[in-house]
């Protein structure tokens, strides 16, 4: 009678430590897996951190190349033409062809780096920089303008 009880006992014993391994086995799982989703998520912030300063530091810097070229731009020829075409003497086109030119030049200054940031996160990079430059000749006119009021 002892033995069986102690069989019976043993049995039990081993059902439970079995469960018991298996709780354990899952609960392991599930905080691992935690665990992992967590770091992902941080790492995943730390790439989206480092992803959003590129971009900044990007645009950063096209606005920079885009405040030279328009100063030159503007220095050279922009401001003759504009003053033809009020005149009557130029053709508009002329000056919109002069903003083109202008954001050639950008592109063309701008390291690949740089352009395939801007291109992956702008959309129309054309569109883009070509509003930067309005945006400076605009900031260049308002500056003359203080300047000489």
Known sequence: MWKQLIAQVNGVMVDVVSGLVALGAAATTYYLKKGADKLKAETSH????????????AIDRLEDTAEKVVTKTEQTAAGQLRQ???????????????????????????????????????????????????TQVKQLKDAKANLAG
């Not at 790439?47 to 530091?57: D, P, T």
């Open 46 to 57: 730390i790439q989206n951190k480092a992803q959003a300063q590129l971009m900044w530091q």
């Open 84 to 134: 033809a075409v009020k005149d009557g003497k130029a053709d508009r086109s002329k000056l919109l062809a002069l903003g083109q030119k202008a954001c050639n030049e950008i592109l063309q200054t701008l390291e690949p780096d740089i352009v395939q940031v801007l291109s992956a996160n702008l959309g129309d990079l054309q569109a883009y920089i070509l509003s930067t430059v309005e």
